[in-house]
């Protein structure tokens, strides 16, 4: 079991020692080694439960706890996650975190609750191996291309949530930020959860960027903080209005990270 060290954690990952081109080369190579066999063996197992989608999500759950914290494990980054029982107390949510670093991912996967899927594009599936790999999972596809075919593939995620009773685990800002910085949410998230009926669960990286900045060949090993918030009440929310409920829930990443995170005020 992977363990987290909380006690005596340095919060400033900027003065702990960079791994240069070498060693962040070494580490990637090593993933890899581990990644292709297992992954093979992953896409072979949801290749024979393709009748059972609940059992496909699981095994990518499970796949993720294994896989999580051998990846992160090996850029020698240690999750010290504060408030961590929220996780669990609010299930299901849909579970929200910003997002700056390359170990986000594999963090998240080892992090959340069982019983958790992800979210993606429809379009990811064009992805050569792992966009197939995704869809094997049974994790969820939305289809954004007009309003029609967005509201039908919300009413199909419900209905997988439900069913299943699934959590959701997303990004709302979309894509990595490039300097650490909280980008604008896109209204994905809040149609999802007043579709679904799923509180919103907050959950903030600190500092991601430093250990594992994605447009950087280096790494920066030590403890990353990881703060999960209050559960946020959806009941009351309308689509009319999903602008400013995603602004309410950039406001509260906002007002959790530090200084070097935040950034200018978001117009929604």
């Given at each position: ?51 059972w989608r609940a059992l496909r999500i699981r095994t990518g759950n499970t ?96 209905e997988v949530i439900h069913k299943h009773r699934l959590g959701v685990w ?64 959806t009941s009351s929310w309308s689509p009319d209005q999903a602008g400013e ?24």
């Amino acid at each position: 079991m992977f363990l987290i060290q909380c006690a005596h954690m340095d919060t400033d990952a900027s003065k702990n020692t960079p791994r240069g081109p070498v060693k962040t080369a070494a580490l990637y190579v090593v993933a890899m080694l581990i990644m292709c066999p297992a992954s093979a063996i992953y896409v072979a197992v949801c290749l024979l439960l393709i009748p059972w989608r609940a059992l496909r999500i699981r095994t990518g759950n499970t796949f993720g706890k294994i896989m999580g914290p051998t990846i992160f494990g090996l850029a020698g980054i240690r999750p010290a996650i504060e408030n961590r029982e929220r996780l669990f107390d609010n299930f299901p949510a849909l579970y929200v975190c910003n997002h700056t670093s390359t170990a986000d991912m594999w963090i998240g996967m080892w992090m959340c609750p069982n019983h958790v899927c992800g979210v993606a594009k429809k379009e990811i599936i064009f992805l050569p191996f792992f966009g197939q790999a995704y869809w094997l999972s049974g994790h969820l596809l939305l289809d954004r291309r007009n309003r029609k075919q967005a509201l039908t593939s919300m009413a199909k995620a419900r209905e997988v949530i439900h069913k299943h009773r699934l959590g959701v685990w997303m990004w709302p800002e979309g894509t990595r930020s490039r300097d650490g910085r909280l980008q604008p949410l896109k209204k994905g998230f809040v149609h999802l959860a007043i579709a679904a009926g799923l509180p919103v669960v907050p959950v903030v990286f600190h500092d991601a960027d430093i250990h594992w900045p994605s447009k950087k060949f280096r790494t920066v090993p030590g403890d990353l903080r990881i703060e999960v918030l209050d559960p946020i009440d959806t009941s009351s929310w309308s689509p009319d209005q999903a602008g400013e409920h995603a602004q309410e829930v950039w406001q509260t990443f906002q007002a959790a990270l530090g200084p070097r995170q935040r950034s200018l005020p978001s117009d929604g």
